[in-house]
């Protein structure tokens, strides 16, 4: 197994359980061989009983963060499927600010 690098590893973070879990098998399913659901505590005091869930993605077979287009094109698709289901994107590693939502600019 290859070691984690900067923009190997990805959260997509969503509000159901049913669709991290049918995310998961998708990516699964295209080759993504480390593909985990996580349970993640919601981030404020006002929703200390909220739970989100995470679908954890490692894959190293792309070049840092650094390293170009591909990499970019997987970011930006995990972006986009973090907003169609309501939910957002973050990248353990990446101190680059997130991509704006296009609605937002």
Same mark, same amino acid.
């Given at each position: 197994?290859?070691t984690? +690098?900067?923009?190997?590893? +990805?959260?997509?973070?969503?509000?159901?359980?049913?669709?991290?879990?049918?995310?998961?098998e998708?990516?699964?399913?295209? =080759?993504? $061989?480390?593909?985990?659901?996580?349970?993640?505590?919601?981030?404020?005091?006002?929703?200390?009983?909220? +739970?989100?869930? $995470?679908?954890?993605?490692?894959?190293?077979?792309?070049?840092? $963060?650094?390293?170009?287009? $591909?990499?970019? =094109?997987?970011? #930006?698709r995990?972006?986009?499927?973090?907003?169609?289901? #309501? =939910?957002?994107?973050?990248?353990? =590693?990446? +101190?680059?600010?997130?991509?704006?939502?296009?609605?937002?600019?």
């Amino acid at each position: 197994m290859s070691t984690p +690098h900067a923009g190997s590893e +990805h959260l997509i973070i969503l509000p159901d359980r049913e669709v991290a879990e049918e995310l998961a098998e998708e990516l699964r399913e295209e =080759g993504f $061989a480390q593909v985990r659901v996580l349970r993640e505590a919601a981030r404020t005091e006002e929703d200390d009983e909220d +739970h989100e869930w $995470a679908v954890y993605v490692l894959d190293t077979r792309l070049p840092d $963060a650094s390293g170009g287009g $591909a990499y970019e =094109g997987l970011r #930006e698709r995990f972006i986009e499927v973090a907003r169609e289901h #309501e =939910g957002w994107y973050d990248e353990p =590693g990446d +101190h680059r600010p997130p991509i704006p939502d296009p609605d937002e600019r």
